[in-house]
């Protein structure tokens, strides 16, 4: 059974904190993402990553950074956390290639909550 | 860039009903993927259905069925029987066959089935 985690399904912090938000895949994936949701926006990515050390900017790379140091593990940081990054994050995982689909696995989430 | 615009924020049907949720996408791609994505109350987003472009057929998975309309641009969901386990916010995305397999949201419908 294909599985994404991700380490917290609920955090609260501090406006100024860095946040470290870990998601880890067991299906051997090479693309791993990192959104954001929101009521009314829907899913926004953040980053991608396409392979072990690579990144890539989504539509929202502002205030945040990430790290893929294993195939398995991608982690989302935000540097200094504000009010306005209160959310939603999805981590999601996919097979590279055309040949696949790319259908994406998604985590639980974790619902971030600034003060 | 692609877009993907659902415009119906919420939807309410009585169990056993016929229910169908739009979406339209814009992309300057002749190949291309679309999804719909569903994630019940506090749980995991999962792939509903996909639909190639290339391929006019349009998909069936059990009760959820696709309307593609290629050529308008509409990639509308139908759910038959609707059952109360359907309950949940609907995610219509796209995603280009080329390039960075990163998919694009729109912004969601929640749909509730009433018993």
């Known amino acids: 059974d294909v599985k994404v985690t991700q380490s917290s399904r609920y955090l609260v912090k501090r406006t100024g904190e860095k946040v470290f938000l870990e998601c880890v895949q067991d299906?051997?994936?090479?693309?791993m993402f990192w959104y954001r949701q929101d009521p009314g926006l829907g899913l926004r990515l953040i980053y991608f990553s396409y392979d072990v050390k690579m990144k890539e900017k989504g539509d929202i790379p502002e205030g945040y950074s990430v790290s893929r140091e294993k195939k398995e593990r991608f982690s989302l940081i935000l540097e200094s956390a504000s009010t306005n990054q209160t959310s939603m994050y999805l981590c999601?995982?996919?097979?590279?290639?055309?040949?696949?689909?790319?259908?994406?696995?998604f985590g639980p989430g974790t619902r971030l909550t600034v003060l | 860039a692609q877009t993907v615009t659902q415009s119906q924020p919420e939807m309410s049907v009585q169990e056993a009903e016929t229910v169908t949720l739009s979406c339209t996408y814009d992309?300057?791609?002749?190949?291309?993927?679309l999804f719909w994505y569903k994630q019940p109350p506090s749980r995991q987003m999962i792939l509903v259905i996909r639909?190639?472009?290339?391929?006019?057929q349009n998909a069936t998975e059990n009760r959820f069925s696709v309307n593609f309309q290629k050529a308008a641009k509409s990639f509308s969901l139908k759910i038959s029987d609707s059952q109360l386990g359907d309950t949940a916010m609907y995610f219509c995305a796209s995603r280009d066959i080329q390039g960075a397999q990163k998919l694009v949201f729109g912004q969601g419908t929640r749909l509730t089935i009433n018993p």
């Open positions: 999601a995982s996919s097979f590279r290639g055309t040949i696949q689909i790319g259908e994406q696995f």
């Open positions: 299906m051997d994936h090479e693309n």
């Open positions: 992309t300057s791609e002749n190949n291309y993927y």
């Open positions: 639909q190639e472009a290339y391929k006019q």
